[in-house]
């Protein structure tokens, strides 16, 4: 029994000193950063069901962290980069980001992934005044609170990512329209948004809703969801997707022999090499798609875009970097700036440029208003014989043909 | 009205699926008075195996129950000698063991597979018979098939076998199956077993479409509320439940308003009225009584 008093009481010491051990250690780091560095904390969704774009989001992150800091760095300081991991999870990513600013004394953040995780986070940043660009975090319920720290770092928020596609569909002669359209959506803060917007255009230019139901996060059966559409003789589709469901529902219609004369997918169809594998690459011909990265796009509106794609491509060995990674890449893009304009790590001043200044990113020139909500358009993009091809803008379009009706499954 | 049949042929499809993943649950509880609620997560499992080796091999899920459901009834097995054996005759002891373990499977599949959607993709994947306009995709066909075929063996080695009468009698009385020299032990390690292996077999016909570690919460609603509906413990209770089960997902979902959103509720409405209207459910016998005469 004393034996063991005596080894709990070395187990207690032993806990004791590294403790005092890491706080010296911490206190040491954070000195260091004052001194040379910037430091920038993040929290990503590194595990849990957000972890794909979360850990896509660190790539980017990263790759944007070495690039600076092989030319010089910002402000002619090294950037440290201080990611934590939020497990998808909406009271870990507040303690996250409270931590970074209060004990890891971060000197500038960065957003996370997902309208869902954002929500919270930007509000420990705006109680902080903070700037806090998002590369995800289109929902409208972002900019409802009318945050002056808050910056979505994408072309448009969700109700105005299919603009280009709405914009296209009444380009066509009403005899060439969809005559009805249905709108499966997943429950989801970014795919309702995205697809109320279109809806409410289409419906606007006479074209009829046959079918519009939302489903849960959780939906694996796609069957019955296809037979709906099927049978409401809706001859278009405009889908709320991620990646999961938006293949399960294509997969449902082949099996069910429903071929729409046009098909908009939300999310899905931007996994290029996934999507093709998952409904088969002849499926894909004719699938339309908002986007917000082409990695082709290159010159001053794309400032480092080409730099990024293949430093992306040696440091992780894939063909193409993901839209989420570009999407990080270019939200710490919009913090440089704002950082390098402003010429110093006040906070106040960078919202205020933010505001009234258009930042140049590898997804192209972006500007805001002031609930921080973008003001430019998605591109519109489209599977065309086993590739993917931007239709619009015309000064980022890799093709001037549009397929369409989009021709039957095999 | 072809649209009406349409949806109820899908539901009846789905419910010859439910009907042999129910299976195990309803024997299990009928010969042991064990609820297991890892019935769900071991059926997941079952699933993650098929498509392990199908991504493997390339192998067809069909042929790949000839695989997991030795494996599965072999971890039954082990799962009962190890944990099930010290709960059995206690449900409530058994629902808090076995909720416990299917955390840990659903922690293991993620840990190892992520959280990630998978399903397994054949050759017929994208094919249907049609019947006037009257759609069948071939993988529900064939999975419904063969559950049927699994049921059908299943209900002749509990009716015609040593084994079959060994359980039946443990079910029905005990002692009386002790004195007549049946180790009752054994048996009940069998019949947990078996009852796992259905979800091997099982999990390789639900891989056809998408699952994910907690797919199991579904599933095992969904089972637990085909069991009560058709009366715990009857094989051929859980069979008709299963369908009813089937056709009232695939009606809610199409004919009430906002219906993709109900279909998950389903299950517990159903234990809901059940439970208030026939707590014995629709076969309405004596549940340890009904197993013995399936």
Request: glycine content about 8%; overall charge positive.
């Amino acid at each position: 029994m004393r034996r063991a008093r005596w080894a709990l009481g070395l187990a207690l010491l032993a806990a004791a000193l590294i403790a005092v051990g890491q706080v010296s250690a911490t206190t040491k780091a954070s000195g260091a950063a004052q001194a040379g560095t910037i430091k920038i904390g993040i929290s990503l969704p590194l595990t849990g069901r957000f972890s794909e774009p979360g850990t896509d989001a660190m790539k980017g992150y990263k790759i944007w962290a070495s690039l600076v800091n092989k030319s010089g760095g910002l402000l002619k300081k090294k950037i440290v980069l201080d990611i934590k991991d939020d497990a998808s999870d909406q009271a870990t990513i507040v303690s996250d980001y409270n931590r970074l600013i209060s004990e890891d004394h971060v000197d500038l953040l960065l957003g996370t992934f997902s309208s869902f995780l954002n929500l919270p986070a930007s509000s420990v940043a705006e109680k902080n005044r903070m700037v806090f660009v998002a590369p995800a975090g289109g929902s409208p319920a972002l900019f409802a609170r009318h945050y002056h720290y808050y910056f979505f770092s994408q072309q448009a928020t969700a109700p105005h990512q299919g603009d280009l596609f709405s914009a296209w569909v009444k380009s066509l002669k009403p005899g060439k329209r969809p005559q009805s359209i249905a709108y499966p959506t997943l429950n989801d803060p970014f795919t309702q948004p995205v697809i109320e917007g279109i809806r409410a255009k289409m419906e606007a230019l006479g074209i009829k809703t046959a079918f519009s139901k939302v489903y849960p996060t959780d939906t694996t059966d796609f069957d019955t969801i296809a037979q709906q559409i099927k049978s409401s003789g809706a001859d278009a589709v405009v889908h709320g997707a991620t990646f999961q469901d938006g293949v399960g529902l294509i997969r449902s219609m082949i099996k069910l022999g429903y071929n729409p004369r046009l098909m908009f997918q939300t999310t899905a169809p931007t996994e290029a090499a996934d999507y093709a594998k998952a409904i088969g690459l002849q499926n894909t011909n004719g699938v339309m798609y908002a986007v917000s990265y082409a990695s082709k796009a290159k010159g001053k509106r794309f400032p480092m875009n080409q730099q990024f794609v293949k430093a992306y491509k040696k440091a992780y060995n894939a063909p193409i970097p993901t839209e989420d990674a570009a999407d990080a890449f270019a939200a710490a893009q919009v913090l440089q700036a704002a950082v390098t304009k402003v010429g110093k790590l006040d906070q106040d001043k960078m919202a205020n440029w933010l505001h009234s200044h258009v930042a140049h990113t590898i997804l192209g020139p972006l500007s805001w208003d002031s609930d921080g909500a973008p003001r430019e358009a998605f591109f519109l993009a489209q599977w065309q014989r086993g590739k993917p091809q931007i239709l619009a803008p015309r000064y980022i379009a890799t093709t001037k043909k549009v397929i369409y009706p989009k021709p039957a499954w095999h | 009205m072809t649209d009406f049949i349409q949806v109820l042929v899908l539901g009846l499809l789905a419910g010859g699926l439910y009907a042999l993943a129910a299976s195990g649950l309803t024997l299990v509880f009928g010969v042991m008075n064990v609820i297991n609620v890892a019935h769900g997560a071991l059926l997941v499992l079952g699933a993650y195996l098929t498509w392990l080796f199908w991504r493997r091999t390339g192998a067809d899920p069909l042929l790949l129950i000839l695989v997991t459901t030795p494996v599965m009834f072999a971890l039954g097995w082990v799962g009962y000698k190890l944990f099930v054996q010290r709960v059995r005759g206690a449900p409530a002891m058994s629902v808090l063991l076995t909720f416990s373990l299917a955390l840990v499977i659903q922690g293991i599949l993620g840990e190892i597979w992520s959280n990630d959607f998978r399903t397994v993709i054949t050759s017929y994947s994208n094919h249907s018979f049609t019947i006037g306009s009257i759609v069948l995709p071939k993988e529900r066909v064939f999975a419904c098939a063969i559950a049927i075929v699994i049921l059908g063996l299943l209900w002749l080695m509990l009716t015609r076998t040593w084994l079959g009468r060994a359980i039946r009698a443990s079910a029905e009385n005990p002692q009386g199956a002790a004195l007549i020299g049946i180790e009752l032990g054994s048996v009940a390690a069998l019949t947990f077993a078996i009852g796992v292996a259905t979800t091997g077999a099982g999990g390789s016909l639900i891989s056809f479409s998408s699952f994910f570690p907690s797919t199991h919460y579904l599933w095992i609603s969904r089972l637990l509320g085909i069991i009560v509906l058709g009366g715990m413990g009857s094989l051929s209770g859980a069979f008709v439940g299963a369908l009813l089960m089937g056709v009232a997902e695939a009606m809610v979902a199409k004919y009430v308003p906002n219906g993709l959103a109900w279909v998950t509720a389903v299950p517990y409405m159903v234990i809901f009225v059940v439970l208030l209207v026939r707590p014995r459910g629709i076969f309405g016998a004596w549940t340890r009584e009904d197993v013995a005469t399936v």
